[in-house]
């Protein structure tokens, strides 16, 4: 062929004009290929017009082809920063979601003698929260303790890739489609905004997303992304009040119109969390169940809504929102957890059981926390049930708890851990010398108030009894003086006046205890590491009264002091012929630094 091509072409070279002949060909050949590549640029740019404009692509088929991850960063494109997630240059963030909180709120309820059954968020934890890293208690632990076999995978810690829940996989396959057909239209202004916030210019960001807004005033992505860098500012600046500037802009986007259902439900969801971390649950409620009016069939967020009904202490309203979520999806472990744990505060100790554990064996988001743990091994150990040691082991596993004795959800890392003390450990030998030496006239004080009919004595409220009476006495409650009770004992209160190390105490309290006949106290825990705690015998019978702290039991004996760590597991029986009364004196734990006692939220 080439030869024949060849002889062809020098006949035509040969013949007259024959060399201006091919020149002109081969030229019309070249401007040939150029106009079919200028055709085909015309055509792409057209058809990605198109695409963008009338939605010609159905994105959710194209996720597979992507890892599930294509618009990674949530501005609503494929670009260079989804592909640094792709390639794990740096960590993939939820829109709106900020990497750190600014500080713990402090708004939420709090535990009292033990992890109780008020609800609150790991924003309302204090900071000194217990971590993986807590050193062992020194006991040892019970030898028959093995990891419930359905949560085995769960609770130890590999590298192996976690199994996904149906709902996140979703989440990933489906874009969140934050832009409306205007805000397409002025895609390329939103991206260089949103690309400053992204490399942490949130002061720049900020003024560019201002800008777009006075612009725009009707584009609802301009409005979020100035809420998004108020956000952040609010963040860097340790600032509540650009907090609430953020939570204000949040609502005018969800206000607009032609918002797009996605960009709805992330910028809502991000105004009830912010408004929850500023202390404000009533509007984060109220925010919450707008969502809900909105997406009545997503059960994440009717989820989040029985949450806000617990940290305002309505669990009726919560019990209803989750018995509503288990009807339409009777296998959410997040539903099934929390109303195991309403069902318990409601003293339905058997019912409450298989809420508990079978929301725990599904592993779905916002099960593994503590208090699902402790509520179930305590409602387990309530019916006789010994598995409860393998839950509490669970979540020793998970790292919730020091060991499987100290079971405290409030700690600081690091502390010495022991269940017994002596005075001479603690440091505190001259307060206790003191109480000793003048435990006669501390009794005494006692007694009157005891023996009196103005009923100072009060009923121990934290259902931790299974039988018989158990009636308290407060001098010091968190760090703070009682003055009405004190006025009742004065010289047992100024005894104690010279010892900050208990009065001090944000984390316990100094009180009197007496115990009638016939009373057994469930084995429980208190909150925190944090305190050690005194007890004083005043009125001891000689028989019948006991306290067992991990598995060691002793007695009390009247004018001496016994010192333990009640952050272990204890128990206590009351089996003699009258009633017994002690002093508990609460006191920080001796190796707390004088700036931990003094930053420590109390307790």
């Not at 709805?264 to 649950?281: N, P, V």
């Not at 003390?421 to 108030?449: F, Q």
Request: net charge negative.
């Amino acid at each position: 062929m080439k030869q024949k091509k060849t002889a062809r072409n020098q006949a035509r070279k040969d013949s007259p004009g024959g060399n201006a002949a091919i020149k002109s060909e081969k030229k019309t050949e070249k401007n040939s290929f150029f106009s079919w590549l200028l055709v085909l640029a015309l055509l792409g740019a057209w058809l990605s017009v198109g695409v963008m404009w009338f939605d010609l692509v159905d994105y959710n088929s194209v996720v597979g082809a992507l890892g599930g991850v294509y618009d990674a960063d949530g501005d609503g494109d494929f670009d260079v920063e989804d592909a640094k997630v792709l390639l794990e240059l740096h960590e993939e963030t939820l829109p709106g979601e900020n990497k750190e909180s600014i500080s713990h709120s402090t708004h939420g309820s709090t535990y009292d003698a033990e992890p109780s059954l008020e609800f609150t968020t790991e924003e309302s934890r204090p900071a000194n929260q217990i971590s993986p890293e807590f050193p062992p208690a020194t006991q040892p632990v019970p030898t028959s303790v093995s990891t419930p076999k359905s949560i085995i995978e769960t609770t130890e810690f590999t590298e192996e890739p976690s199994v996904e829940s149906k709902e996140e996989k979703e989440a990933k396959k489906k874009k969140p489609k934050l832009l409306n057909k205007f805000d397409k239209t002025i895609k390329s202004e939103i991206n260089a905004a949103e690309k400053l916030r992204k490399k942490g210019k949130i002061e720049e960001s900020l003024h560019a997303f201002e800008a777009l807004v006075q612009k725009f005033p009707q584009s609802s992505r301009c409005r979020y992304g100035k809420a998004q860098a108020e956000d952040d500012l609010a963040e860097k600046m340790r600032s509540n009040e650009m907090l609430l500037k953020a939570v204000n802009s949040y609502k005018e986007v969800a206000e607009l119109p032609d918002v797009p259902p996605d960009l709805i439900k992330a910028t809502l969801k991000r105004r009830a969390d912010r408004q929850q971390f500023l202390g404000r649950t009533r509007g984060s409620l109220a925010t919450l169940e707008k969502l809900v009016q909105i997406f009545p069939e997503d059960v994440s967020l009717k989820n989040d809504l029985g949450v806000a009904h617990l940290l305002l202490g309505d669990n009726k309203s919560a019990k209803r929102i989750y018995e509503e979520v288990l009807a339409r999806a009777p296998h959410d472990g997040f539903a099934k957890v929390h109303y195991g744990f309403i069902l318990k505060s409601e003293n339905k100790i058997a019912e409450s059981i298989p809420y508990l554990r079978e929301g725990l064996e599904t592993g779905d988001p916002g099960t593994d926390d503590g208090r699902f743990y402790f509520h179930l091994g305590d409602a387990l150990q309530r019916t006789g049930d010994k598995s409860a040691y393998d839950w509490y082991e669970a979540g020793h596993r998970r790292g919730h708890f020091a060991s499987v004795w100290q079971r405290s959800l409030y700690n600081v890392p690091g502390l010495r851990a022991q269940p017994w003390w002596t005075a001479e450990e603690t440091g505190y030998t001259v307060l206790v010398k003191m109480l000793e030496r003048n435990w006669l006239t501390i009794r005494d004080e006692a007694l009157s108030v005891l023996d009196g009919t103005s009923g100072q004595f009060l009923p121990e409220d934290e259902n931790l009894r299974e039988t018989g009476d158990w009636g308290q006495f407060t001098l010091w409650q968190q760090g703070r003086k009682v003055a009405a009770s004190c006025r009742h004992v004065p010289k047992t209160c100024g005894l104690l006046e010279r010892y900050p190390e208990a009065t001090s105490c944000k984390r316990g309290q100094i009180k009197f205890s007496v115990m009638q006949v016939g009373t057994h106290v469930w084995p429980h825990t208190g909150p925190t590491n944090c305190r050690l705690r005194m007890h004083l015998g005043l009125v001891i019978p000689s028989k019948g009264c006991r306290i067992r702290c991990t598995n060691q039991t002793r007695e009390w004996e009247e004018g001496k002091v016994l010192i333990f760590d009640d952050s272990f597991e204890h128990e206590v029986w009351q089996e003699a012929e009258s009633y017994r009364l002690i002093f508990i004196v609460d006191v920080w734990h001796p190796e707390l630094t004088q700036l931990q006692r003094q930053t420590l939220s109390p307790i």
